[in-house]
């Protein structure tokens, strides 16, 4: 049974940082990443990762963000800086296993206060 778990969400002020961590289990993931959602608007993409390392990041993010993984451990990791008010939402990992079936895990709260 295929399990995300976030971790690494609060509050944190503007211009602050935080870390958000995906711990997944139960398969191999070729692509993995983080998504949010803000209040009323619909889920977007932040920024994906390959198996090979390489990365892809939301216009919105660019320059803020850095998406990392372990293969060894099935983790992702979203590390963003420069917090605005807009980044406020719920981030939500995702996992595609080889067989390119999609997973979310439950999401993790970010609140950004100006």
């Known amino acids: 049974q295929v399990q995300l778990v976030e971790s690494g969400g609060g509050l944190v002020q503007a211009g602050g940082s935080l870390r958000l961590s995906c711990a997944a289990s139960g398969s191999i993931f070729s692509t993995m990443g983080w998504y949010r959602q803000a209040p009323g608007k619909q889920r977007e993409f932040v920024a994906t990762?390959?198996?090979?390392?390489?990365?892809a990041y939301a216009e919105s993010v660019e320059g803020r963000a850095t998406i990392s993984r372990d293969n060894a451990e099935n983790t992702v990791t979203l590390t963003m800086s420069n917090l605005k008010p807009e980044d406020t939402a719920v981030y939500f990992c995702k996992a595609i296993s080889l067989r390119s079936d999609e997973y979310w895990g439950q999401g993790t709260q970010v609140t950004v206060s100006s």
């Open positions: 990762i390959t198996r090979r390392g390489a990365g």
